[in-house]
């Protein structure tokens, strides 16, 4: 059996290694095309599966990782969507990254394990906080082993704040992000016993793209490691530095809305909103055009190292 994490390592290698963040606040979409739903969030649905339809039709993405916050943000309703959505990535045949950040006491862990990797929540792969411990990874890696499941453990993110943590320095030397790096080789390892035949452990790191030093020596760590890549494009992450982070084991480039808020940089659209015209169909296209644009911008990157 492969694990998720293969899956998407091999969906990369054919498909190139863009991510679609489906971090979809309704603010995104205009006011005369969220006019036409019955609420913000069925206006959500409509705009998700409008993209996830265009990115997998043209093959122009690995996977999509989809933000639990913009969900859980819209109530009760928002959560069915959040659902929906995952299924509707599920059908597409992309990898399903759900992005949720979890981490707690162990007990907890398992509760929010069994959340998201089972139930109606289920998904591929997972996102999840160390920083309170490394006996919190423990649940989720339960699941890699029984069920296949992949996650990402958070080691560098892209936020400037990460200094405040991650970046400090410990008393026997090195930083607090070496520690987890520490941590992610051990778990690689132990599972490379459990999938021989893999070529990467389901325990993947989240590296931003938004330092070149920084991507350069983390990539040179660890480098058989899968990377989510977040940073690039909005929040001013380069191609080359995050093609970097895609040598060795490889990994996927998050854009979330570069490719979501596409259409109010398309000319056709701006004028379609301006006279009434704009449908969610314009949207759609507009951000599958933004996904090749964005593949292409990355392979070119890493074709140039």
Known sequence: MKHNMQILQELAAANGPLCVGLDTDPSYIPPSVLAKYDSPAQAVLAYNTEIIDRVATAKSACCFKVQIAYYEAMGLEGMRVYEQTLKAVK???LACISDIKRGDIAATAGAYARAHFSGDFETDIITINPYMGFDTLKP?????????????????????????????ELKEGGRVLDGVGAELERLSKEFASFYPEQTCSPVGAVVGCTEESDAKALREAYPDIFFLIPGYGA??????????????AGGTVNSSRGILCAWKKSPTCLQKEQDGSLTMDDIGDAAGAAAIEAKN?????????
Request: without cysteine; proline residues 2%.
């Open 91 to 93: 059908k597409s045949g």
């Open 297 to 305: 911008d990355l392979l070119s990157a890493f074709a140039a190292l």
């Open 140 to 168: 989720f890696t339960e699941y890699a082993q029984k069920a296949g499941k992949g996650m990402f453990v958070l080691l560098r993110t892209s936020n400037p704040g990460m200094t405040d943590i991650e970046q400090k």
């Open 235 to 248: 929040q001013g992450g380069a191609a080359r530095i995050a093609a970097t982070l895609l040598k060795n």
